[in-house]
């Protein structure tokens, strides 16, 4: 199914239904999982039941059940397309050459 078309109320409940999978593959209870994570059980049980909670709270629990790859897309930078490093490159300024004198100047022996 394509996310994008999925609600937000549904989008939730998928949230709450991965991290509840993700929860008994560890074999942790609710109140196990809260306590590893530093929140409240009510905040798992919110997020397991497809309730809003903060983004802060999801990433304690995440980080708890050793699933923070969940986010990972998020984090990842851009890559920059091949035209945009090609006008980078055109718009760095090049070094200028100091160009010398080909003619030497004789110096005097001092001896």
Do not use: C
Request: aromatic letters at 4%.
């Amino acid at each position: 199914m394509n996310i994008v078309s999925l609600t937000d109320t549904a989008l939730l409940a998928r949230i709450g239904d991965k991290v509840k999978s993700r929860r008994a593959t560890n074999q942790l209870s609710q109140a196990q999982l809260a306590e590893n994570a530093g929140v409240s059980l009510s905040s798992v049980q919110y997020i397991e039941n497809g309730h809003n909670v903060s983004l802060l709270i999801l990433i304690q629990v995440l980080r708890a059940l050793r699933s923070l790859d969940l986010l990972e897309s998020f984090t990842q930078e851009e890559p920059i397309s091949p035209i945009d490093y090609a006008e980078i490159l055109k718009r760095r300024k090049r070094p200028q050459r100091i160009h010398g004198t080909k003619q030497q100047t004789k110096r005097e022996s001092t001896w």
